[in-house]
C-alpha cells in the first residue's frame, strides 16, 4: 500500500493464466459448456492501482494494447468493485487505473485478473476485511476465470471453469507467449467449435462430464516439462485455427526452434510455447523475435491476486 498526493492507494496484482488442458464437454440449455481445465498462473501480471472517489470509475494502459477494453460499465473490474460495495454495504466509490500486461482477448484471463485484483484491492481500501470465501464467491459471479486469478498457483476447474480444486505442481514451468494483434472473441470461438462438432459428429462428440486426462497432473507433479508437453491439450484449438489459420504457422515456427510442444491458450489467439528450462525459453524467444513476432517470456505457477506493498 503506498500513499500517494490524493490520499491512500492500493496496489494490488493478479496473474494471466494458461490452460495446459482443456476439454469441453457438449453444448447446454442455458448456452454455456461444462468444462475440465487445469490452470496454471503465470508470471505476466494485471496491476490495479485504487484510490478513493466519490463515484466508480477507470483508467486503462499498460505494455499491451489497451484500445478495446471498456472504460465503462462493462468493464470487470468496475463490475467488481461495485458488486463489493454492494454486498458489503460500503457507500464510497473508487477510481481504478490498471496496467495490463495481459494479452486483451488473449485467452489469457486478462479481464478475469483485473477483476481479482479489483477485488483484492477493494477490500484492503474500504477495510470491508472480507475473507477469502466470500471474495471468491463473489469471484465466481463475475466470470468463470475469475476465481482462478485471485487463487492463482495451479488448479484444476470444474463445472464453468470456476469449480477448482488445488493442483500440486513441483518446480517451475517455462513458457514463451506469442502475442497476436488481434483478439479472438471466447463466445466465438466456442460456437466455432459447436458448429465443428455439428459437422464431423462421429469424429468429435463431447464428453457429457470432461475431465482433466490424469497425465497432466502426474507430469505436473513431476515438474517435468517433457512430460507436460506430451499431454498439453485444448479442445478450442482447432475452432482458433479455423478462425484464425496463420496461427498453425506460428504453432509449426516455435516447434521447429525448440520448443517441446505448442498450445493455443484459451479460446486464443496467443500461442504459448512450453520448454525445457530458462535458457531453452530464452533461446526460443530469441528465434521467434528474429521472426518478426511479440514474444514475451514467463514462468508459472505463481500466486494469484494479492496486495503489493510498493
Known sequence: MSTGGTGTVVHARAPGKINVFLKVGSLLEDGYHDVAIAYQAVSLFESVYASPADDFSVAVGGSVDVTHVPRDETNLALRAARLLAERTGHTGGVHMRIEKNVPVAGGMGGGSADAAAALVACD????????????????????????????????????RGDELSPALAKGQFSWVLVLADDGLSTPAVYRELDRHRERHPDLLSADPVPTVDA?????????DPHMLAECLYNELQAPALHLEPALADILELGEANGALAGIVSGSGPTIAFLAADVDGALD?????????????RATGPVHGARVVND
Open 215 to 223: 497425465n497432466v497432473l502426474q507430469a505436473l507433479r513431476a515438474g
Open 124 to 159: 484492503a481500501l474500504w477495510g470491508t476485511e472480507q475473507s477469502r470465501d466470500e471474495l471468491l464467491a463473489l469471484a465466481r459471479e463475475l466470470g468463470a476465470d475469475v476465481p482462478f486469478a485471485l487463487t492463482g498457483g495451479t488448479a484444476i476447474g470444474t463445472g
Open 284 to 296: 526460443l524467444q530469441i528465434a521467434l523475435s528474429a521472426a518478426q513476432l511479440r514474444v514475451v
